[in-house]
């Protein structure tokens, strides 16, 4: 079974920075591309950014290149999102995924997490 655990949220100002983890399995981190998606109050969930070590590959939304850097830790089994100069748009639910591959489609992945609230004050 494929848990994702996401934490690191919380309330913080623009211009902050924060950084959201997501702990996983060995296997899980092994095996699968791992996301982050965002969903703010009455609007879509959208892709933010993926990685893959099986293959190297990452991927941003527009709107996030270069404010936004996912990676991760093999030892911990913990993929991040480090996200610099949040801005108010950027406040949302912040989900983490597992698929098959880096995609910003988010019908191609297969495990989610619970999420994790973030909110920018301006």
């Known amino acids: 079974q494929v848990q994702l655990v996401e934490s690191g949220g919380g309330l913080v100002q623009a211009g902050d920075s924060l950084r959201l983890s997501c702990a996983t399995s060995?296997?899980?981190?092994?095996?699968?591309?791992l996301a982050w998606f965002r969903q703010a109050p009455g609007k879509e969930r959208q892709f933010v950014a993926a990685?893959?070590?099986?293959?190297?590959?990452?991927d941003y939304a527009d709107s996030v290149k270069g404010h936004f850097t996912i990676s991760g830790d093999n030892a911990k089994n913990t993929v991040y999102l480090q996200m610099n100069n949040l801005k108010p748009e950027d406040s949302a639910i912040y989900y983490c995924?597992?698929?098959?591959?880096?995609?910003?489609?988010?019908?191609?992945?297969?495990?989610w997490g619970q999420g994790t609230q973030v909110t920018v004050s301006s």
């Open positions: 995924a597992a698929g098959q591959g880096v995609a910003v489609e988010e019908g191609l992945y297969d495990y």
């Open positions: 060995r296997r899980t981190f092994n095996s699968y591309a």
């Open positions: 990685i893959s070590w099986s293959d190297d590959s990452i």
